[in-house]
């Protein structure tokens, strides 16, 4: 069970600090940032898959009145802002529209004339895998990838090959071998607020930047790199984030905006409409999968094969097989990934980028195991799952049993095998895994003169971090939770932190946040036995007061020990605390979903979700559920309705929120939550990143809810009713 | 979107005013779709007629001959209605799938007849009870059959200096029933992939269908009629198999297209399944509503 800590604020269901301000529209987010004579920029985006810039003639848009700029890549030639000759997807940019409207920036876009010649574009992974496949950039250095025959594959950027053991004994040890092919498509992080920066060049001649990001450092870096600018020239200060999901951890308009502002030498805004989010954004990698799996008639996994192509778009890069692995013990591996170009605005991070992906292939499989061996698909889980000592994916064993925990206490908390299930309705579970990062991340606190506690820290919140933190603090200074105030800093402010990303941001600044308070706490008790003429280690912390155990007369309170700290050989009183990093563990997730599906239309209502985590230690739990529904909810809509879809032409047909639906309210059932706390050795307090694991397994989870419902797998996501439909219609022509 | 003069008129004349004065001009209601359409620059009238403010135009009337819908009249409205949901199930069906709860607090039921998109979820219904429409304009008024307005999608006979001042619908006569279903990946907040609507009178045997009228919804360039299913049905008594054939043949005269919502095949088979359950359910509100009038009178 959990170690008990004597802990009051941490652990406790303190609401979010910043609650108030969000619900009633006073938090300032992004777009909220007006600057006296302010412009506002429009981006035009090129509207072809792929095609060679002709001619660009932007005279009739700098006549129209209120334009106070035109900009291309032409007027640019340092830069690549803008493309020039070659557009390799749909919604590139290719200029820039300025003036005091943002309406009249638009109306002059469209006088922009473009001469495009269109070229031959590949939006299919599996076609762009190919030797023939039309090139995606023609301007791209060389392909060192061939095919078996020795011919280049001119759009693959990545091959690796992940083997372990003899895959080929393994498949011969098994008696029961299940294979299959999956897609996912591109599918987009659909945060509530589109991207918006504002730039302002400074009358020392730096630039100030507002923007909604994960991390003001990554922001001015890549600004910085982009303008060619060294790092100092440039601060970033991050207001409200309306939702990042892994999105926001790079620059969007941030750079045009800073550009602008330095030509015009006036303060420039761009915010992004919802279909350039789309057309223009970094939404998660698709990718094609094929996955074989072998186990012995006990069901002990033998041999696991595979491929996985990764869809990378335009600009190509990488993306692991490992994850293909998981958390199984699997003694025979053979795992092949390729990264490929295609005709596709280049994917970002969502949540747990690249886990969602795998485990969707991978925790099908093990269902289809199950079936074929006839067992229980949450005995074959067991049976196989890493357990404590074994390595986990990054290597290090695991403390606990913390795996197989979670898959116990979800699966005893979902009545598994034990609920009655009307007709067309079916149950199944899938499990996830993710390994948070750590630092670098800072915090710095300081006690007031009217006893209150500023903490400062560099770490962006998106998830209610800084009520965390509050917390973390209010409980290692002993005081009232409403006495703390966090502050972000800006990149002028602390020192380099990392993104909040990667579910390190409670895990790094939450460690921070106690050092430095424990730091503090020192400070203060030092100052109180001066002030108080006692040793130190006489005195405890209560209530906003030094008290002396002996003598419950002899105290002091924190504001009056502030005030006369001004004046003491030490100064004022603060604490503060650098982090590099931390060690950091595996953290597991496992989604039991239940379905009904309507064999007529194919339509598969979820009835109930069961969303179990391995979090080390709730420190609010209601922030952690309030991360375990979001994660479950989006990776519902990428099990049930989301993703990109391309035409015959490639081009995107659902660039808007209609066609390329999220769920609503209507579409989420009840999600019940299971944190499993078994803490960690090095997160704070025992706490893991909690974050991205509920994003991961719930998609294959209702996948394998379908199969159990009305016998039939659909392997590629969103399942929509369509494909249930397709797939129910191919089985009963096959049974007929 | 681009600008344009507005005007909030406060009477049916002086809108018509406006409207007969001005090239370009377009009439604002609800605005949900309207308004959308504008920001996305895929209509730039150079004036807007607001026409919520014409208390003429804002009368939800129900009596002995039927319902007046005011071109200011709610989706929300017409789902509040008791004698709609009594009398008129299918067309309190289409209201209530429409958007969301804030959507249909500003959409009104003539925005959705006018903007004539194929999946208009409360065209259907209106048609199979036979609801028709009245327009004025300077020079007068003229009445249509819902069912004549549409010429594709998007597009009316509706001119552009009229009004349609209301969509009126006739009391339905004893034993009829109506329905409407839909199909959409989400619950809630979405476009019909196909819709189905049918109104069914029954004989007193509560078993025969006496007459029947199926309208299908984002199947073909405008709302249609599906009118061989309406002869299978008539005159026959409601059994399963009748029921299942006239809905096979309703999906035959569906002329669906494949788009980024759905495929043609696909879109083919939901009118076939929605048929059946459709008929069904109108046949069970005819009933309720004979079992209702019997015990009244």
Not at chain 2, 171 to 195: I, K, N, Q, V, W
């Amino acid at each position: 069970m959990m170690q008990e800590l004597d802990l009051k604020t941490v652990g406790s269901r303190a609401t979010k600090v910043d609650g108030p301000a969000i619900v009633t529209g006073r938090a300032q987010y992004a777009d909220d940032v007006q600057l006296p004579g302010m412009v506002y920029g429009r981006l035009l985006h090129n509207p072809h898959p792929h095609a060679r810039i002709r001619r660009i003639d932007t005279t009739r848009a700098l006549a129209v009145p209120g334009v106070v700029d035109v900009v291309t890549g032409a007027d640019l030639p340092d830069l690549d802002l803008f493309a020039t000759d070659e557009v390799c997807y749909q919604g590139q940019k290719v200029g820039v529209v300025v003036a005091d409207d943002p309406d009249v920036a638009a109306d002059a876009l469209e006088l922009i004339e473009v001469e495009y010649e269109v070229l031959p574009a590949v939006v299919d992974p599996l076609v762009a895998l190919q030797h023939d496949s039309p090139p995606v950039r023609l301007d791209a250095p060389a392909s060192e990838h061939k095919d078996a025959d020795g011919r280049v594959l001119p759009n693959v950027t990545t091959h690796g090959e992940l083997v372990e053991g003899d895959v080929e004994r393994g498949f011969a040890e098994a008696d029961v071998v299940v294979e299959a092919e999956y897609n996912v498509p591109f599918f987009h992080q659909n945060y509530l607020e589109p991207n918006a920066s504002t730039a302002r060049l400074e009358p020392d001649g730096r630039i100030t930047i507002w923007t909604a990001a994960q991390g003001s450092f990554n922001i001015r870096d890549a600004v910085a790199g982009a303008l060619r600018l060294p790092h100092g020239r440039i601060r970033v200060i991050v207001t409200q984030v309306g939702g990042a999901f892994g999105a926001k951890n790079g620059i969007f308009v941030e750079a045009h905006a800073a550009m602008l502002a330095m030509r015009l030498r006036r303060p420039v805004k761009i915010t992004m409409r919802r279909d350039e989010e789309f057309l223009d954004g970094n939404p998660a990698p698709g990718c094609h999968v094929y996955l074989k799996t072998g186990a012995r008639k006990d069901g002990t996994l033998t041999a696991l094969e595979g491929r996985i192509v990764w869809d990378r778009g335009w600009l190509g890069g990488g993306g692991a097989a490992n994850r293909l692995r998981g958390l199984y013990r699997i003694p025979h591996i053979k795992l092949e990934s390729y990264g490929v170009r295609t005709n596709k605005p280049r994917p970002g991070a969502y949540r747990a980028p690249g886990s969602i992906q795998t485990a969707f292939a991978r925790e099908s499989n093990m269902d289809l195991l199950a079936r074929k061996l006839n067992m229980d698909p949450v005995e074959l889980r067991l049976m196989n799952a890493i357990s404590t000592g074994d390595p986990s994916l990054n290597g290090t064993p695991l403390e606990k049993d913390w795996l197989r925990l979670t898959i116990q206490r979800t699966a005893a908390a979902a009545e598994w095998g034990k609920r009655k299930l009307g007709p067309n309705q079916g149950i199944g579970i899938a499990c996830g895994e993710w390994t948070n990062g750590a630092g670098p991340s800072n915090a710095f606190i300081t006690l007031g003169e009217d006893g209150s506690v500023t903490l400062l820290t560099g770490q962006v919140d998106i998830t209610g971090l800084h009520t965390t933190l509050a917390q973390i603090v209010a409980e290692e200074l002993a005081v009232d939770l409403t006495k703390v105030k966090v502050t972000l800093g800006n990149t002028d402010m602390v020192p380099y932190t990392a993104l909040s990303a990667g579910s390190l941001a409670t895990y790094s600044a939450g460690t921070a946040a106690r050092e430095a308070a424990r730091r503090a706490r020192h400070r203060i008790l030092r100052a109180a036995a001066e002030f108080l003429e006692v040793d130190a280690d006489q005195l405890e912390m209560g209530a906003g007061r030094v008290v002396s155990r002996s003598d419950a007369s002899l105290s002091v309170g924190l504001a009056e020990l502030a005030a006369s700290a001004r004046r003491s050989s030490e100064g004022p009183i603060s604490g503060q605390w650098v982090l590099g990093s931390l060690p950091t563990h595996p953290s597991y997730s496992v989604h039991i979903a239940t379905v009904e599906v309507d064999p007529g239309t194919g339509r598969v209502r979820l009835l109930d979700l069961v969303a179990g985590q391995d979090v080390g230690r709730a420190l609010n739990p209601m922030l952690v559920e309030g991360q375990i529904h979001g994660g479950a909810t989006q990776c519902l809509g990428l099990g049930l309705m989301e993703g990109y879809k391309y035409g015959g032409n490639e081009h995107l047909l659902n660039a808007d929120l209609v066609d390329n639906p999220i769920p609503t309210a209507m579409d989420v059932p009840v999600i019940r939550t299971v944190m499993v706390e078994e803490p960690c050795s090095d997160g704070p307090y025992g706490a893991k990143g909690v974050g991205e694991p509920p994003m991961i397994p719930g998609a294959a989870a209702i996948a394998n809810a379908i199969h159990d419902a009305v016998g039939i797998r659909v392997t590629t996501v969103p399942i929509t009713p369509e494909r249930v439909l397709r797939v129910l219609q191919a089985g009963a022509a096959e049974q007929a | 979107m681009r600008s344009f003069e507005y005007l909030a008129p406060s009477t049916l004349q002086d809108a018509l005013a406006a409207l007969h004065q001005r090239e370009n001009a377009s009439v604002l209601a609800g605005g949900t779709d309207l308004i959308l359409r504008l920001k996305r620059r895929e209509q730039s009238p150079s004036t807007l007629v607001d026409i919520k403010r014409i208390e003429e135009l804002d009368g939800l009337e129900t009596g002995v001959h039927g319902l007046s819908i005011g071109a200011g009249v709610t989706m929300s409205r017409i789902e509040a209605s008791a004698v709609v949901r009594q009398d008129y199930a299918g067309l309190h069906a289409g209201a209530a799938t429409v958007g969301s709860a804030q959507i249909r607090n500003r959409a009104t039921v003539v925005g959705n007849v006018c903007n004539a998109t194929p999946c208009a979820d409360t065209v259907p219904p209106l048609v199979v009870l036979q609801a028709q429409v009245r327009m004025s304009s300077q020079g007068g008024e003229r009445r249509l059959p819902l069912e004549q307005l549409f010429t594709g999608p998007g597009t009316t006979v509706v001119r552009p200096d009229e009004i349609v001042v209301s969509v009126e619908v006739p009391l339905p006569e004893p034993g009829t029933g109506s329905a409407y279903a839909r199909h959409s990946t989400r619950a809630a907040m979405d476009l019909a992939a196909a819709g189905v609507a049918v109104a069914l009178t029954l004989e007193d045997d509560n078993e025969t269908c006496r007459r029947a009228h199926i309208a299908l919804g984002a199947v073909a360039p405008t709302p249609i009629r599906a009118s061989q299913a309406e002869d299978i049905l008539s005159g026959q008594a409601l059994t399963p198999a009748l029921v299942a054939e006239a809905a096979r043949v309703a999906s035959t005269e569906a002329r669906p297209i494949s788009d980024v919502r759905a495929s043609a095949e696909f879109r083919q088979e939901i009118v076939r399944v929605l048929a059946a359950r459709t008929i069904q359910a109108a046949a069970a509100d005819a009933q309720r509503r004979q079992a209702m009038s019997r015990r009244s009178g």
